[in-house]
């Protein structure tokens, strides 16, 4: 039967490093479970730069998106309050007809087409 150490975890959180490290020299099992956490740290470190620029890409796409946006939104209604004819039908609650807008219409309201 394997008695294996348990102390591993409670040093490398809580206690020094130099605790550690004297723990390590004397336990076989301890030195393994850090040798895993060591490869596994390597890993996080080497994968890290691809990870930060995918976050910095996506920051970047969502702050452009809302750019976008806010120059549609100002821009739409920046056209609607210049122009006036627009601007007073819509306030007073009328609707916009194909004449308002500058179509040619017939007599009944309907575009005219030649």
């Known amino acids: 039967m394997d008695n294996k150490c348990s102390k591993y975890e409670g040093l490398f959180i809580f206690s020094e490093e130099e605790k550690l490290n004297e723990h390590l020299n004397e336990c076989e099992s301890c030195r393994k479970e850090h040798e895993k956490m060591q490869k596994i740290s390597d890993l996080i470190q080497e994968v890290k730069p691809y990870y930060l620029k995918k976050q910095n890409r996506l920051r970047k796409m969502r702050a452009v998106a809302a750019v976008l946006f806010i120059m549609l ?33 017939d007599s009944y309201g309907l575009l005219m087409v030649d």
């Open 73 to 105: 939104f100002s821009t739409t209604f920046g056209l609607i309050y210049t122009n006036e004819d627009l601007s007073e039908s819509l306030m007073y609650g009328e609707t916009l007809t194909a004449e308002d807008l500058g179509f040619p219409v």
